[in-house]
């Protein structure tokens, strides 16, 4: 079991719109760390894709934005592309245990 | 553009010690930054397993702390994993990734696959 819960799959049409949720605790998203997602493709290794909860590293589309609310964060990605079919996580920093976290990875299908 | 890649067996037995080195290039692991090990079994998602600044004690995961070391060579410019008494539970990909001081991974590695099979 991750710590951070995340939906096992997703998925919209292209152009559509699609949110993952991040869901934690007070013992780490909601004690106010960052929260970072990474996308992963078949066979790759993850690239991290937004940071410090809603910053894009140089080079990621604007179509991809984070948000985080309370015990909670979630991944919108807008105007859906077939290239963007991946997995996607959530990572964090968990003060009771001490290290970073994972959330389970959701897998992004697009019609 | 800092590159790391680790190497490492691909196939083990059970009971055995897993070893792994990070080999790391374009920056000196001396000149600052954290330094991770992270997992994913077959179809599963990351597990982090341990982090360390060159000059400072490593810190573990608490599932697998009474199994992991995790130690620098700044003179080799690499870090490495070991994990004692593996099982076919520890069948994984397992990456190497640089931790920046806001959390995030932001280099990684290949990835290279263990295989815990007797």
């Known amino acids: 079991q991750s710590v951070l819960t995340q939906p096992p799959s997703v998925s919209g049409a292209p152009g559509q719109r699609v949110t993952i949720s991040c869901t934690g605790s007070s013992s780490n998203i909601g004690a106010g760390y960052d929260v970072h997602w990474y996308q992963q493709f078949p066979g790759t290794a993850p690239k991290l894709l937004i940071y410090g909860n809603d910053d894009r590293p140089s080079g990621v589309p604007d179509r991809f934005s984070g948000s985080n609310s309370g015990t909670s964060a979630s991944l919108a990605i807008t105007g859906l592309q077939a290239e963007d079919e991946a997995d996607y996580h959530c990572?964090?920093?968990?003060?009771?245990?001490?290290?970073?976290?994972f959330g389970g990875g959701t897998k992004l299908t697009v019609l | 553009q800092v590159q790391l890649q680790e190497s490492g067996p691909g196939l083990m037995k059970p009971s055995e010690t897993l070893s792994l080195t990070c080999a790391v290039s374009n920056y000196f692991i001396s000149s600052g930054y954290y330094w991770g090990w992270i997992r994913q079994p077959p179809g599963q998602g990351l597990e982090w397993i341990g982090s360390i600044y060159h000059s400072a004690s490593p810190y573990y995961s608490p599932s697998l702390n009474s199994r992991v070391t995790i130690s620098a060579d700044t003179s080799k410019n690499q870090f490495s994993l070991k994990l004692n008494s593996v099982t076919a539970a520890d069948t994984a990909v397992y990456y190497c990734?640089?931790?920046?001081?806001?959390?995030?991974?932001?280099?990684w590695g290949q990835g290279t696959l263990v295989t815990v099979s007797s």
């Open positions: 990572q964090s920093y968990d003060i009771s245990l001490g290290g970073s976290v």
């Open positions: 990734a640089r931790l920046d001081s806001t959390g995030r991974f932001d280099y």
